[in-house]
Nanobody
Framework: QVQVVESGGGLVQAGGSLRLSCTAA???????MAWFRQAPGMRREGVAC????????RTSGSVKGRFTISKNNDGNTLYLQMNNLRPSDTAMYYC?????????????????WGQGTQVTVSS
């Protein structure tokens, strides 16, 4: 089992920014990577994904224009830059890795998951 570790969560006021990071014992250039989130009492939802060679990325409609997914040049750290945060963005955020070639926000496509990092946005 590959260990995936998220960091960077915290408490922020509405309108603020946070950057989440994800590291793992694998090369992110060999996996499609994604961020998911789960709010209390809600299903886990895909937020953003980036393909293996970083030539394609997309975000879900609820965060489009506010969140950006990226990887560092070494391909061993994944980021989620979150701007203009809203109370509705409050959730546990998870990093996940998929062997599929194409960007995906479907949970069954992902084989490795982190334990999550909590993001809380106050109004």
């Amino acid at each position: 089992q590959v260990q995936v570790v998220e960091s960077g969560g915290g408490l922020v006021q509405a309108g603020g920014s946070l950057r989440l990071s994800c590291t793992a014992a694998l090369s992110f250039d060999d996996y499609t990577m994604a961020w998911f989130r789960q709010a209390p009492g809600m299903r886990r939802e895909g937020v953003a994904c980036i393909s293996k060679q970083s030539n394609y990325a997309r975000t879900s409609g609820s965060v489009k224009g506010r969140f950006t997914i990226s990887k560092n040049n070494d391909g061993n750290t994944l980021y989620l830059q979150m701007n203009n945060l809203r109370p509705s963005d409050t959730a546990m955020y998870y990093c996940a890795a998929s062997r599929y070639q194409f960007c995906s926000l479907d949970e069954p496509d992902f084989v490795y998951w982190g334990q999550g990092t909590q993001v809380t946005v106050s109004s």
